[in-house]
């Protein structure tokens, strides 16, 4: 039975899921619980990666949409062991805590929003209706569980998180290019990397339209728009007529993974809102660039991504 459980929710997470594993040696000692939802192949690249990596076949679990009543099962049968996640506040991460009663909580980044100052990862559970289910149920409160928190892992070195037990992992994505099969083309005059702010209700879709099209008319040539798997066809319709030029593009794998893989062929990227920006910087100096755009509540965001070296567009 595995000592080490990596609860993985989305195809970013098992990227820096395998990288602690391969840092701390547990590798082979590791099983990955991966829930897909209904985005099966955004994960297959990733759970490749993982594999590759020396964890077994049968160490790499993954459950879809509909079978969340198994996972829990599967965590039981793991009781005891060290619970690895990046959101410990989803009342699905909830249940997995319960029912594997972990002896130890290591957390590591969701993204940008570890690292925000404000927002989801910040706040307590403070509405009357969520704390009377999570007593009802014997669910534990956001709170406590970060109390619980043995160590944090974050890829985002010299900025504060809202975990004071942090160390940093680098995030290891395997050699790309050597597994890219992406043919030599043109180059991309720029990249603008998509977010689900409007899916998310952070922005109207109209504003985010017009913000997209203030940053295409800086630059010239080609300019790819590369789509987030929450992005909605509404949302890439209306793209599309109204900006009928940009390239719009769905990757199969994590957006940091493509733009590594045509690294030599990207002149400038581009993003409002996106964790992808903070990832990339540092393998493109001075090629980076977010782009303001007021979201509901507010943020912080942008004072962090020019402590990172990202130039900001107004």
């Not at 008319?217 to 009928?244: A, N």
């Amino acid at each position: 039975m595995s000592n080490h459980v990596f609860f993985c929710l989305t195809p970013f997470h098992c990227h820096i899921a395998i990288s602690i594993a391969k840092e701390l040696d547990i590798v082979r000692q590791s099983t990955f619980l991966i829930i897909t939802g209904k985005t099966e192949r955004s994960f297959i690249s990733p759970i490749s990666r993982i594999i590759k990596s020396g964890v077994k076949n049968d160490s790499v679990i993954t459950f879809g949409k509909w079978s969340g009543g198994r996972a829990l099962f599967f965590l039981i049968k793991h009781r005891g062991g060290c619970f690895y996640s990046a959101n410990i506040k989803k009342l699905y991460s909830r249940l997995a805590i319960k029912a594997m009663n972990p002896s130890k909580i290591v957390t590591f980044d969701d993204g940008f929003g570890n690292i925000s100052g404000a927002g989801y990862f910040y706040t307590k559970d403070v509405n009357i209706f969520k704390r009377a289910f999570l007593a009802i149920t014997g669910l534990p409160e956001y709170e406590h569980l970060v109390s619980k928190v043995s160590k944090h892992y974050s890829i985002y070195p010299n900025l504060d998180n809202v975990y004071d037990v942090t160390e940093y992992i680098s995030i290891s994505y395997c050699d790309v290019k050597k597994e890219s099969q992406q043919e030599p083309g043109e180059r991309y005059d720029m990249v603008f990397v998509g977010s689900p702010l409007y899916e998310s209700d952070l922005v109207k879709l109209d504003i985010e339209m017009e913000k997209i099209e203030e940053v295409v008319s800086i630059f010239s040539g080609r300019i790819l728009y590369l789509c987030h798997p929450r992005e909605s066809e509404e949302k890439l319709k209306k793209l599309h007529t109204y900006l009928p030029s940009l390239e719009i593009y769905k990757h199969h794998d994590i957006a940091e993974i493509f733009l590594l893989e045509e690294k030599d062929k990207i002149d400038a990227i581009v993003g409002f809102y996106s964790s992808v920006l903070f990832n990339i910087s540092s393998e493109f100096p001075k090629m980076v660039f977010g782009k303001k755009i007021e979201i509901l509540g507010g943020s912080t965001i942008y004072s962090k991504m020019a402590e990172s070296g990202i130039s900001i567009l107004e």
